[in-house]
């Protein structure tokens, strides 16, 4: 990968809020999209999720995900130029007695203030994706194959 797309990669998922979110509904790929806040190392983002909704019953059926985060689209050149990263990985349920819990409550926060009061007990939990691999387009004829090494050795730039 170019030092330009390293470069990119970090800020594309750190400047944006909401992504794509793929699952498996009964056997179908299911897609909607979810309010993310990524790990400061990029190999994890965290979502709060209602458990009503069909794409959290699907990931406590079957962990394995997909999150598509992309450049937004203003409409003033090619759309198939605009950056873009697929993430997979497994998603799940973080216990308020996991060690992690408090910093990524944090996270999110610092990211949805607004979302606090759906942090009070009720229907709303947090939820840790794990990246395993992805493939990241850092603009026409600059696509990678991605894994969780290249986020946190992406992330490691910035810092």
Known sequence: MDAESL??????????????FGTLREDSPFVTFVAYAPADDLGS?????SRLAHHT???????RCSVL??????????????ARVTLNGEARPMGMDDPAYDAARALYLR??????????????????????????VAGFGKAYTITRHDLVRAAGLQH
């Open 57 to 63: 019953q699907d990931i406590l059926a079957d962990s």
């Open 69 to 82: 985060i992309a450049e937004t689209d203003d409409g003033s050149r090619d759309p198939q130029t605009l």
């Open 7 to 20: 470069r990119l990669l970090p800020r594309l998922i750190r400047n944006h809020r909401i992504a794509g």
């Open 45 to 49: 983002l965290f979502i709060h999720a």
């Open 111 to 136: 990211k949805f203030p607004e979302a606090e009061f759906l942090f009070q007990p009720g229907d709303f939990s947090l939820y840790r994706i794990t990246i395993s691999t992805g493939r990241f």
